[in-house]
């Protein structure tokens, strides 16, 4: 079992930055690959960025955000740069029980309770 909990969301206006962190326990930590997800009201969930061995950002947030582990506390950031309006939604962070990244939410175990981000105009 792994627990996730993530922390840093907030307000913000356009072109700021936050940086989202998500603090793993359980099971050995770099067995896994770690993704980030978020889901607007409405909207389904939809892929961030994946970290294992490859790095995957979704066209959306490319450039702007990076996804970034530390195996040494078990924790993974995710740093956001210019945001936007649009990036406005609950991130959740999710592990997943294979060291290959991966853009499905279906296809991670664990999931943290999510940590809401909202970016105004």
């Known amino acids: 079992q792994v627990q996730l909990v993530e922390s840093g969301g907030g307000l913000v206006q356009a072109g700021g930055s936050l940086r989202l962190s998500c603090a793993a326990s359980?099971?050995?930590?770099?067995?896994?690959?770690m993704g980030w997800f978020r889901q607007a009201p409405g909207q389904e969930r939809e892929f961030v960025a994946t970290r294992a061995g490859l790095i995957y950002y979704a066209d959306s947030v490319k450039g702007r955000f990076s996804i970034s582990r530390d195996n040494a506390k078990n924790t993974v950031y995710l740093q956001m740069n210019n945001l936007k309006p649009e990036d406005t939604a609950v991130y959740y962070c999710?592990?997943?029980?294979?060291?290959?990244?991966?853009?499905?939410?279906?296809?991670?175990?664990?999931w943290g309770q999510g940590t809401q981000v909202t970016v105004s105009s």
């Open positions: 999710a592990a997943r029980g294979s060291p290959i990244a991966s853009r499905t939410a279906g296809q991670y175990d664990y």
């Open positions: 359980g099971r050995t930590f770099s067995n896994y690959a």
